[in-house]
Nanobody, 112 residues
Framework: QVQIVESGGGLVQPGGSLRLSCVASGSDFNLSRMAWYRQAPGKQRELVATITKDYTTTYADSVTGRFTISRDNVKNTVYLQMNNLKPEDTAVYYC??????WGQGTQVTVSS
């Protein structure tokens, strides 16, 4: 029973930055591959970034060079640093763990 809690979303102007966090509890976090997804209204949920327990990362083409995923294995937390945000980044962002159901997500809105 893995519990996921996302936080850090908010309203930001284009070009601004946000840092999302995800705390995963109830499992051995150090052994887990973590990921961030996002879902805009009326759209399918899409993969944004992944990070392994050994800190190797992948990114969607749409966010490469702007977003950075990281993790703190002591705090059981994964982060998503989002820079140079664009209106098309507006979505609910979800954290993913192999043994967890979807959490409630955190809303990111990019608007002038």
């Amino acid at each position: 029973q893995v519990q996921i809690v996302e936080s850090g979303g908010g309203l930001v102007q284009p070009g601004g930055s946000l840092r999302l966090s995800c705390v995963a509890s109830g499992s051995d976090f150090n052994l887990s591959r973590m990921a961030w997804y996002r879902q805009a209204p009326g759209k399918q949920r899409e993969l944004v970034a992944t990070i392994t327990k050994d800190y190797t990362t992948t990114y969607a083409d749409s966010v490469t060079g702007r977003f950075t995923i990281s993790r703190d294995n002591v705090k059981n937390t994964v982060y998503l640093q989002m820079n140079n945000l664009k209106p098309e980044d507006t979505a609910v962002y979800y954290c993913s763990h192999p043994l967890a159901s979807w959490g409630q997500g955190t809303q990111v809105t990019v608007s002038s």
